[in-house]
């Protein structure tokens, strides 16, 4: 039986999807696993905050992208399904990218010395950045067509199409990102001279790393739709990829902090900020 241009070009992006998932998937238990004694000590021996309630979803949130992306794999003919895993996924995927954002937006707060105004604007900021992304998935998502593969052997379903609303989002992070690193890098140049501690010039460093990786992920989800308009199974992937990467460094760099704290003198401990699983005193009940 022969197949046309467009079957083979619709299985070939399935393919490359299974392949990106079940890698991504990999990658990330093995992640889990590796850093699973670091993590244990932490949530046993750290205090009950709502920092810590923020990393144990940041942590978690994207099994359930994992275990929807892998469903969305199996042998499926209901397009109707297929919509409904994959709406799924892009409000996880969005929700996992708000905690992680989050982290980094009371980090910032931190340098700051948890100014109130500085953290209400970052909030609003973010919160209007969600709100918008919700709105624009609900409108791109609604008039996405979905499709399977018609070659034998090659399960899944994805979406056919990259509706130019979809880069949206990704824009709106990107603002937001360039936002708190405009924060970060004017609060460091006025204070590189008077706050030198070791907490600090670690809080700083992951600061910009993250804000470095955030932003150059967002660059390429805009910029690769536009390139590659056919390939649509490698920008689905890099989006996934965008959220899980964003999420293993938010967690990540919060337990490096947190046992790193756990060594530091008290004398050496930054006066209001944001240390590991402890916010000070407002913020923190």
């Given at each position: 039986m022969e197949y046309s241009v467009d079957e083979i070009a619709a299985a070939r992006n399935l393919q490359f999807l299974a392949y990106i998932s079940t890698s991504t998937a990999t990658f990330w238990t093995y992640d889990f696993v590796y850093s699973l004694h670091?993590?244990?000590?932490?949530?046993?021996?750290?205090?009950?905050t709502k920092v810590k309630g923020l990393y144990i979803i940041a942590r978690y949130l994207p099994f359930v992208l994992i275990v929807t992306g892998l469903l969305a794999l199996a042998p499926n003919e209901e397009p109707e399904t297929c919509q409904i895993f994959n709406s799924i996924s892009a409000f996880v995927g969005l929700m996992s990218l708000t905690f992680s954002e989050l982290f980094f937006v009371l980090r910032t707060c931190a340098l700051w010395n948890n100014n109130r105004i500085v953290l209400l604007g970052a909030l609003s900021a973010l919160f209007a950045t969600v709100v918008s992304s919700i709105s624009i998935l609900l409108v791109a998502g609604a008039s996405s067509d979905v499709t399977t593969s018609a070659i034998p052997g090659i399960p899944g379903c994805s979406r056919t199409s990259y509706d130019v609303q979809l880069l949206l989002p990704f824009i709106l992070v990107f603002v937001f990102q360039l936002g708190l690193v405009c924060l970060t890098m004017?609060?460091?140049?006025?204070r590189w001279r008077s706050v030198k501690g070791p907490l600090y010039v670690m809080?700083?460093?992951h600061n910009i790393f993250y804000y470095a990786c955030g932003l150059l992920f967002s660059v390429v989800n805009v910029l690769l739709p536009i390139l590659i308009l056919d390939e649509y199974s490698v920008y689905f992937s890099l989006e996934?990829?965008?959220?899980?990467?964003?999420a293993i460094l938010a967690t990540r760099m919060h337990l490096h902090l947190w046992h790193t704290e756990r060594h530091v003198n008290d004398s050496e401990a930054l006066m209001n900020i944001f240390i590991s699983d402890t916010l000070p005193e407002n913020y923190a009940t």
């Open positions: 670091e993590e244990w000590t932490f949530l046993l021996q750290s205090r009950w004017i609060r460091v140049i006025q809080l700083v460093k996934g990829l965008q959220v899980f990467i964003l």
